[in-house]
């Protein structure tokens, strides 16, 4: 569902690649029905599919799981009648992401549709909540910045290593993760040669990273998160700063880093510092730490479009439906 | 007039070099007066104007001269009224570089409304036509690719040395020449990483180019014009290629070039195979050529905002007040 | 064989996705056997070799195939010595792809040590030569220029529809074209925000695309070829100039590509105008025409790193042992 | 001395502009003596110099001023030289930045060779050193990281408004702060469409930005200091992170850094959030403040070659001169 965009693309790309996987149908809210090769050229010859403005009843008729790329609000509705025709959905949007209402409609200014469902709609991330996606029929895809921070800070504070009420989670994205939509913002001569931070203390990823880390630690995590649009297309780094509670050494939290994601493939636990270019047009996303003068610095790199949206999407599709996590990512 | 584009922009950043120009007005056909430095944060501190909707006759009692980066269409009826109230104008705009309706309005799908003046408002490459630009009541500035493509093609046709009914022109330019407005071709992710051919063979700028050169040298001149966008911000470099008449030889055409160039003070015939970052910011445009398997290849290299745009029009400005040719475009 | 480069990344990346290979060994002329992950960061946790200095006979101990990475000259010498051990190869060099030792000589500056061979190897481009590649024991991978030109004109030459003498090929390449030792040229500032052309007339891969356009049409052709330096990544698009024998139409030429690369699956004749995006990390060449004044235009687009040399080489191991020729490809 | 870089390359355009100037010879230590423009092509035909291997005494007897765009250790000696005979010196290398010569050989792994001089050579910010700087023979042209950040922090270490030990300061920059000289990490390929932090913890603008700061405030001042390279020329974008001592105010912060910078005309304190295009070939430093969850983020935005470089060694220059301030650089 929402098939025009940057995600669906990369999401169409690697669906071809899966053994189990055949793509029967896209959707599209315009009516004109264009070819899927007309909206995406680089698939041309590749997926013999027009653009379909179907309702939930007539998907649910073509296949057994729904990945929605549509934005937050527009989605839930959707999602809802899915679910209740049976089928598996995995949500692109920021719908299921957070489990309560009232900090959801603060943030995405819109009551939300679906409140009793959020609790039970486990985040995303295969790395951290793996038992619940397996079983789960919907499943909140996280967000790109979040996946980044939550992926670097999750084994500090699950350890309760750092002080967790002032985390610093400076972030730097391409620019495809403002979508696929113009504006001057995005546009080439604007942000090309140039780096600025935006929304800063004001994005909408700053609760999902407080929220998911949360609830991973128990604890009340408050992070001041900072992104900035650099003149790339895709990737992001996140570099996060926090404050240790006691005497932290180097090489000790990396070799507990390893531990951590000692089962998941797709965190690479590495000595040396991430590019965003290493993890580009890939599902990994690596992490390293350094200690400086009594802070540790957490630095990951993810590629926003893949581990970040549309490769997180096949993996938990994956977990959902018992195939190797890594079928079609590597 | 119309001060919210890039070509306005540059223009006012070379106005405030110029010993000689006070900037008193801006205008815009927006009703909310921003402030320029709103519209161009690049200027903040350095220009206390906001933008008005001026009507020409407002215009007249500010200013001597003004320079018009409307788009063609718009631009010709404010300029007639400019030059009827006794001001000076350089116009950006396609509306005067022709002379001939018919072709004009094939080209621009448009009546002409000023047809009886088109012949007789100069081209405004001084390089060429300095002597009509002196005398000139209002100057059409040309456009980017034609300076870059006739500053490398008008020695060769003016010494009748090569074949003038089938000359190739491969031109390459940054983003900033598709203008300010949000486009999905010019949206980061579109356009970055890549490099494609676009209007070819339906350009506006392939008639421009066979008229003023033909125009240069009495014969009719047809040229195969193929623009290409190129993800960077400035600079056009053009590839032209032309069947010589008789023998040639690579050092002569060179000498030749310098000589006829002698006294422009922009156009550097160099030996070197220009790079549009050699002329980037500047006013140049640097030439040279080879002679391949008995073909002429001619290169050029401009900055498509300023030789290509705004440093033209100040040029053409200093000659026409008979200030210094260089005047704050050094 | 020579593993540091960029092709071979790109190789090891695809044949890691490939059912019927396993990677047995990685070469390299420094002694320090550095892991491969160590020199290729993206590989990080994909593949456990270390680059080797193995001789020839090592190589064949270990392995039915070699890719050779290595540079002209220093390539011939080792493929003898495994092509004598009995292993097929793929050469990435330069050293077979020509079949006269003068013309190769003349142009690489350097006796070639193997002439007799030369004429007997394939010219790996599997859309014009799959008969004598599926038996070849060695086959020269096609250069990256060459490959973009040759299928964006062979169609014309074949059916006898051009002038086979003043072809103008104007290409354009991303920089990883230039491999990957750091040179001032390839400096980030130096030839980012930058387009130059570059070795016009002088580059030693205009010989190739007029040899193997001549084989395949039996008549001499000859190009004029201005390669030019574009700054991004990857990518090869080129525009081809053709001079029609008679009266052409532009969808007819079209319709006669699509038939004549009907039974190719990388060669995409598509009606739009290529960008080198859409073919960005696949094995696709997309291919259109225009015709101009009676001109006709070519436009061809490649990624230069794979069709244009990895993934091509990829697709002539698939024809060679008989695999499906998109195996690991799509 | 020193001319083959791009601070020299700046340096010499800013001055080709400078009524005040004259550049009478340019140095380098090869010996092959290359006229300027075929070491910087866009200074063809703007500068008639060849650049010499010459001592300071052959500089001494052409020239009053000396710029000196050498690296640390190398610049000392010369500058001792330079000093006798009787020249003013802006010195680019980090020889004079720091007091305290037993820091400096800690971080630059080299003794000193003229400790005595060190604490009497002002640092070249005229932001807060401007009564040192009019006297002074020699000045130390800051470093571009802590341009950045000390024009960001100062007023709010001045008015002891955060605490001093735990700041941190993230920086982005772009690559031609690397210099001039080819390696792997600037090589386009490799730096292009990736960001990544470098040197965490063990860049040598940390202690100068410490000791700056100290000096200008009589504390103790240890920031956490992660630079990263952006795949841009020029900019530097610095997001800093203070924890205040009371309760703040974003608006009144905002107030006060106007205040602060009221006759500093070249830090435009800003409203938005600074982008590095804004102040790109420009000497201005934009600076804006946030607070975020009881956190101050303060933004500044400069160009790593103007203000970070050349820009700040002419503004040095007019104020050693007694020249108007803004001189050649608006």
């Given at each position: 569902?929402?098939?025009?965009?940057?995600?669906?693309?990369?999401?169409?790309?690697?669906?071809?690649?899966?053994?189990?996987?055949?793509?029967v149908?896209?959707?599209?809210?315009?009516?004109?029905?264009?070819?899927?090769?007309?909206?995406?050229?680089?698939?041309?010859?590749?997926?013999?599919?027009?653009?379909?403005?179907?309702?939930?009843?007539?998907?649910?008729?073509?296949?057994?799981?729904v990945?929605?790329c549509l934005?937050?609000a527009?989605?839930a509705?959707?999602?809802?009648q899915?679910?209740?025709?049976?089928?598996?959905?995995?949500d692109?949007?920021?719908?299921?992401?957070?489990?309560?209402?009232?900090?959801?409609?603060?943030?995405?200014?819109?009551?939300?549709?679906?409140?009793?469902r959020?609790?039970?709609?486990?985040?995303g991330?295969?790395?951290l909540?793996?038992e619940?996606?397996?079983?789960?029929?919907v499943v909140?895809?996280?967000?790109?910045?979040p996946?980044?921070?939550?992926?670097?800070?999750?084994?500090?504070?699950?350890?309760?290593?750092?002080?967790?009420?002032?985390i610093?989670?400076?972030?730097?994205?391409g620019?495809?993760?403002?979508?696929r939509?113009p504006?001057?913002?995005?546009?080439?001569?604007?942000?090309?040669?140039s780096?600025a931070?935006?929304?800063?203390?004001?994005?909408?990823?700053?609760?999902?990273?407080d929220?998911?880390?949360g609830?991973?630690t128990?604890?009340?995590?408050?992070?001041?998160?900072?992104?900035?649009?650099?003149?790339?297309?895709?990737?992001i780094?996140?570099?996060?700063?926090?404050?240790?509670?006691?005497?932290v050494?180097?090489?000790?939290?990396?070799?507990?880093?390893?531990e951590f994601?000692?089962?998941?493939?797709?965190?690479?636990?590495?000595?040396h510092?991430?590019?965003?270019?290493?993890?580009?047009?890939?599902?990994?996303c690596d992490v390293?730490?350094?200690?400086?003068?009594?802070?540790?610095?957490?630095?990951?790199?993810?590629?926003?479009?893949?581990?970040?949206?549309?490769?997180?999407?096949?993996?938990?599709?994956?977990?959902?439906?018992?195939f190797?996590?890594t079928?079609?990512?590597?």
């Amino acid at each position: 569902m929402g098939a025009t965009g940057y995600t669906a693309l990369e999401l169409i790309k690697l669906l071809l690649r899966h053994p189990e996987v055949e793509i029967v149908a896209l959707t599209t809210r315009k009516e004109d029905r264009p070819h899927v090769s007309s909206v995406h050229k680089q698939l041309t010859n590749r997926l013999d599919l027009t653009l379909d403005n179907l309702t939930p009843q007539q998907l649910a008729e073509k296949t057994d799981c729904v990945f929605g790329c549509l934005p937050h609000a527009a989605s839930a509705p959707l999602v809802m009648q899915l679910l209740e025709a049976g089928i598996r959905v995995v949500d692109f949007s920021a719908d299921y992401r957070l489990d309560d209402p009232v900090l959801y409609s603060n943030w995405y200014n819109v009551e939300h549709p679906d409140p009793e469902r959020m609790p039970n709609v486990p985040y995303g991330l295969p790395e951290l909540f793996s038992e619940s996606i397996k079983e789960a029929q919907v499943v909140a895809n996280p967000g790109c910045f979040p996946t980044g921070a939550i992926l670097a800070l999750a084994p500090l504070l699950v350890d309760n290593l750092v002080e967790s009420d002032s985390i610093i989670v400076d972030s730097k994205t391409g620019v495809s993760g403002a979508g696929r939509n113009p504006k001057l913002g995005t546009h080439y001569p604007e942000c090309n040669e140039s780096i600025a931070a935006y929304s800063v203390g004001q994005h909408r990823h700053m609760p999902e990273i407080d929220f998911v880390l949360g609830k991973v630690t128990g604890k009340n995590v408050e992070t001041i998160f900072t992104p900035h649009l650099v003149p790339m297309d895709r990737g992001i780094l996140t570099t996060a700063y926090a404050k240790p509670k006691g005497m932290v050494n180097e090489s000790e939290l990396i070799e507990r880093y390893k531990e951590f994601y000692r089962e998941s493939p797709f965190v690479r636990v590495v000595d040396h510092l991430p590019a965003t270019k290493d993890t580009m047009n890939t599902n990994y996303c690596d992490v390293t730490l350094r200690v400086v003068r009594g802070r540790i610095i957490v630095i990951s790199s993810i590629d926003n479009l893949v581990k970040g949206a549309s490769g997180a999407a096949v993996q938990n599709m994956n977990v959902m439906y018992g195939f190797d996590e890594t079928t079609a990512l590597i």
